[in-house]
């Protein structure tokens, strides 16, 4: 069986691994990945978002199935496109990605269909109107671009934004720019990811996973892709009761059932970015794939094989998914002075034989064959164990064995963060 992989970072160097043990891989990345690179039988450079190139390559390597790892080739239609050209593919429409791909859409089908964990939002076109209303709401905001931003976009008042003024004139700029603003009010909480695969029908579960989005130690600095992310061996997280977990698992299948509902079926991996709030688990956004780096949680001790799992959400026929016992640790390096001033075209030292010898793994992201990095998180480093601490303790090992002009989280996983994050939610709860 021939698989074609699209994307090349981390969270697809993870897949790729997962795939290559039941099929023959294909990739086609932007850049070519050192790690993939390795796995891969061929390799084509192409912008992931080039689905008419994607196609091409696809059909001359005569691939039996597609699995796309990014969101921006989902909001180009590439599902479509190959499913249209015979080659069934591992995730969702145009349409049913417009899930994350925008957000007005996702909040007003959760409106629609009354979907727990939802939460106030407006959309405005008109600039006085927004500022009326923002005025008239007086609590603190979110202000999001409709579209995809990398992350990049979404502003919330107490952290990006100084207050509702702030707010306005983010919005105000954001209407000039794309005739449109969401406005959301704020949450607050502790973040946690919820990702399931599902064939538009049935839906898998996935461990829980929480990332640290700050570029910082200590949960400050400028909001990245994700600069780590943890799991535990219970699948759960440390701060979630039961009521929460089904709370937030209900938001997802009935968010699925909804999709179904309106007549654009959702397949593929949905991920549940929640906020746990005082009262429940609320929904911040959905994303159509797979975290970055929360791929790299799941698929290393994911039991069941990857291949079937993706043969089975094309299908229509999901069986099951079955995951170890075991906690991860995914620690990201990244060049220095990302995410806003990132060195680009500098070499890193990665010595993999140390960093297999502490027993941890790696995955390879925005850096070339030559260990050039390019801009974005460049690796990965990731401890698997029976306890958090010990994953903790490996991923800490193995990525003092990467050196060159980087930076990462030391606190990433660390007993001492997760217990400011379950205090938090101890505090905000009264307990
Ligand atoms: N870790 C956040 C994301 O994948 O969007």
Same mark, same amino acid.
């Given at each position: 069986m021939r698989v074609l992989l699209v994307g090349a970072g981390g969270r697809e160097h993870a897949i790729a691994e997962a795939l290559a043990e039941g099929a023959e891989l294909y990739v086609i990345g932007k850049h070519r990945n050192p790690g993939i690179s390795r796995i891969a039988k061929e390799y084509g450079l192409a912008k992931e978002t080039d689905v008419e190139k994607v196609l091409e390559f696809a059909l001359k390597w005569g691939v039996d199935m597609a699995f796309i790892g990014p969101e921006a080739p989902l909001e180009k239609g590439i599902v479509n496109v190959l499913e249209e050209n015979g080659i069934p593919t591992v995730g969702p429409s145009k349409e049913a990605a417009m899930l994350e791909t925008n957000k007005a859409f996702a909040r007003w089908l959760m409106d629609k269909y009354k979907i727990p964990g939802r939460k106030l939002f407006r959309v405005f076109?008109?600039?006085?109107?927004?500022?009326?209303?923002?005025?008239?709401?007086?609590?603190?905001?979110?202000?999001? =671009?409709? &579209?995809?931003?990398?992350?990049?976009?979404? %502003?919330v008042v107490g952290y990006q934004l100084k207050d509702n003024e702030e707010a306005k004139a983010y919005a105000e700029e954001l209407i000039k720019k794309d005739g449109k603003v969401l406005i959301e009010e704020r949450t607050d909480g502790v973040e946690f990811t919820f990702q399931v695969f599902t064939d538009g029908k049935k839906v898998l579960l996935m461990p829980l996973a929480q990332d640290y989005p700050h570029a910082y130690e200590g949960d400050v600095g400028p909001i990245t892709g994700g600069m780590g992310s943890y799991s535990c +061996?219970?699948?759960?997280?440390?701060?979630?009761?039961?009521?929460?977990? $089904?709370?937030?698992? *209900?938001?997802?299948?009935?968010?699925?059932?909804?999709?179904?509902? *309106?007549?654009?079926?959702? %397949?593929?991996?949905?991920?549940?970015?929640?906020?746990?709030?005082?009262? +429940?688990? %609320?929904?911040?956004?959905?994303?159509?794939?797979? &975290? $970055?780096? +929360?791929?790299?949680?799941?698929? =290393?001790?994911?039991?069941?094989?990857?291949? *079937?799992?993706? +043969?089975?959400?094309?299908? &229509?026929?999901? %069986?099951?998914? *079955?995951?170890?016992?075991?906690?991860?640790?995914?620690?990201?390096?990244?060049?220095?002075?990302? =995410?806003?001033?990132?060195?680009?075209?500098?070499r890193l030292q990665v010595d993999e034989d140390r960093i297999r010898e502490e027993g941890a793994k790696v995955y390879y992201a925005s850096l070339d064959e030559n260990f050039t990095m390019l801009g974005s998180r460049a690796l990965a480093v990731v401890g698997v164990a029976d306890s958090l601490e010990e994953a903790e303790r490996i991923a800490s090992a193995g990525i003092k064995h990467v050196s060159g002009e980087i930076f990462y989280r030391r606190d990433v996983g660390t007993k001492e963060s997760i217990a400011k994050r379950i205090e938090l939610v101890r505090a905000m709860r009264g307990e």
């Open positions: 076109e008109d600039i006085s109107e927004m500022k009326a209303w923002v005025d008239d709401f007086g609590k603190p905001v979110v202000v999001k =671009p409709l &579209g995809l931003t990398g992350g990049k976009g979404v %502003k +061996e219970d699948h759960l997280l440390p701060f979630i009761t039961k009521k929460d977990y $089904d709370k937030a698992l *209900e938001a997802l299948k009935a968010t699925i059932d909804a999709m179904r509902k *309106e007549g654009t079926p959702y %397949k593929g991996i949905l991920y549940g970015q929640f906020m746990l709030a005082k009262d +429940e688990p %609320k929904i911040i956004e959905f994303n159509a794939r797979f &975290g $970055d780096p +929360e791929a790299m949680n799941v698929l =290393p001790i994911l039991k069941t094989s990857l291949v *079937e799992i993706g +043969e089975g959400i094309v299908d &229509g026929n999901l %069986k099951g998914a *079955e995951f170890e016992r075991k906690a991860t640790v995914v620690k990201y390096i990244a060049p220095k002075g990302y =995410p806003t001033n990132p060195v680009k075209g500098v």
